[in-house]
């Protein structure tokens, strides 16, 4: 199958188990550069699933259907080969890191993906721009990983990463957690920026994230695949009317 010159993700009615419990249950997805795709549904209903699956995570089985990455099966890539790819996946919960500073943290991760990362100057030089776009102090980069940050701190952090790293494709699971309006709406700044040109899948609980970060497609989950795809609206009306009714009409 010939890929779309524009095609970064292609899911193909995938099946995934944790422990031999169906989790995802033929699913189908594709996004292009460029696009925002979100996904909304209720806890336990795959979402998060799906992007550890996407990224590559060893406690997940695929029993069925495929994933495509820029036309290539993903398969038989390991986790730092498909963030090497161009993948790039926000955690819900960001671990700490105690003892490695923020400043040499980014610096090693730029240096692991990039094939010709900047380095010195010209690093710091881009470091400082990224930092500015989301309004952090440069204190920031002397404090130890997620060692104590607040959720607002740690969301920033990883959009940071982000916009460093330049990714083919971010996967953003709940991002938009614990955040106050005014930290939701630099990392919804951050993440526009990036999205210009990759593709970017959004998974989120709540629609106030998607009055920022304004999505091409949302699509709503239930029980382990995509039931309705829509526009923007889509998650206005979720946000109304819940889920119960797409499980009459699913």
Avoid at 6 to 30: A, C, F, M, Q
Wanted: charged share 25%; net charge negative; with cysteine.
């Amino acid at each position: 199958m010939r890929m779309l010159a524009d095609e970064i993700l292609r899911v193909e009615n995938l099946y995934v188990s944790v422990e031999g419990t169906p989790i995802i249950k033929g699913l189908s997805l594709t996004i292009h550069r460029g696009e925002i795709h979100a996904i909304m549904g209720r806890n336990g209903a795959g979402k998060s699933t799906l992007a550890n699956v996407v990224m590559g995570h060893p406690a997940y089985e695929i029993t069925s259907g495929n994933i495509f990455f820029k036309g290539e099966p993903l398969e038989n890539l390991e986790v730092f080969q498909r963030a090497r790819a161009g993948m790039f996946l926000s955690f819900q919960y960001p671990a700490a890191i105690p003892g490695v500073q923020v400043g040499t943290f980014l610096k090693k991760s730029v240096a692991s993906v990039r094939d010709d990362p900047p380095k010195g100057r010209a690093f710091r030089k881009e470091l400082t721009a990224a930092m500015e776009k989301l309004s952090m102090d440069k204190s920031f980069l002397s404090r130890y990983v997620n060692d104590g940050f607040s959720g607002g701190e740690k969301k920033r952090l990883e959009i940071l990463q982000m916009l460093l790293l330049q990714p083919h494709l971010a996967l953003l699971d709940e991002t938009d957690s614990g955040l106050d309006i005014d930290a939701l709406r630099i990392v919804a700044q951050g993440i526009n920026e990036v999205a210009a040109d990759s593709a970017c899948l959004i998974i989120t609980h709540y629609q106030r994230l998607l009055d920022l970060v304004k999505p091409h497609y949302v699509h709503a989950m239930i029980d382990g695949t995509i039931v309705r795809t829509g526009g923007p609206e889509l998650a206005l009306e979720l946000e109304d009317r819940g889920y119960d009714w797409l499980e009459v009409t699913a």
